[in-house]
């Protein structure tokens, strides 16, 4: 009979945490030659059945599963992480906060004073918030307008142009630099 036998990890949460060994137990082997194995902390013998679609958790005497979050909103509800905690559910979990929030516009990741990570919703913006984007990203498009007709005038006035050859261009930015104006002093 072997002198060692793998057993199954699990942290403070009861979550799957890897594989170790536990060593036969020296003096029970002399005693009464049998095999009475040192189980480590937090360990079991009963092994896990592992999904790539949930955590494994131990309850004191079987493994359930748990299914992994989908969804940034199912990253919300499962609270905080601990930013120190390096167990496999937790490395994991921070992983997936990351992936599911990543691009998202109704959830971010938030770290709490202690550096937790958390997944919440986004802070939804004013009306007047949303307005004022809005002009900003028109002023900002029309100055791009403006800046791609800088030619023109260039043209014109080294002389290698006439206002009449541009005068569509022309009459097309002075209605951007108007609108410009207006949406600036609104």
Known sequence: MNTIKQCYLFDEKGFF?????AQADPEE????KTYNY?????????EPELSEDAFACWDGS???????????????????VSHTSHTAHDEELRQLFQKLTEGSEEYQIERGDDLSWKVVEKPQK????????????RVAELKSK????????????EGEATTEQYAQVLEQRKAWREEINELENS
């Open 146 to 157: 403006l800046a791609a007709t800088d030619y023109v005038v260039i043209k014109i006035a």
């Open 17 to 21: 945490n890897g594989v170790s060994l």
């Open 62 to 80: 079987k493994w359930s599963n748990v299914a992994k979050p989908k969804t940034a909103a199912d990253c919300a509800l499962l609270g905080a």
């Open 29 to 32: 082997l002399k005693k009464s």
């Open 38 to 46: 040192i189980l480590p902390p937090s360990a079991t013998f009963v």
């Open 126 to 137: 004013s009306e007047a918030e949303k307005k004022a984007e809005a002009k900003q990203q």
